[in-house]
Every structure is written in C-alpha cells, then in structure tokens.
C-alpha cells in the first residue's frame, strides 16, 4: 500500500521519499483498523478531503 501511496495538497501533488510513505501507511492504517465495521483487507483506495 505505501508505494501506492500519493500526497495531493490543494489539487498538486506533493513528492514524498519512502520514510514519509512509510509513515503516512502506517497511521492510516492504525486509524482504519479502530473503526467499526471496516475490513481493512478489502480497501483498495482510501480519499481524505
């Protein structure tokens, strides 16, 4: 999931190395895992705005 991974800040896309990737995987992934009812293993795509 992180090298999928795409920073967009006000429609331009902001480059990012592998440590902010990695970072940015990480709490997404710990936020998603404490709500309920989503299964993380089926999420292909994940939009904040």
């Known amino acids: 999931m ?3 991974l795409k ?3 006000k ?3 902001v480059p ?3 440590f902010v990737k990695n970072i940015l995987n990480d709490v997404l992934i ?3 895992k404490n709500l309920r009812n989503v299964d993380i293993d089926t999420i292909s795509e ?3 705005s």
């Open 7 to 9: 920073l967009t800040v």
């Open 16 to 18: 990012v190395n592998a």
């Open 46 to 48: 994940v939009e904040i």
């Open 30 to 32: 710990a936020i998603l």
């Open 2 to 4: 992180a090298d999928d």
């Open 11 to 13: 429609g331009k896309t």
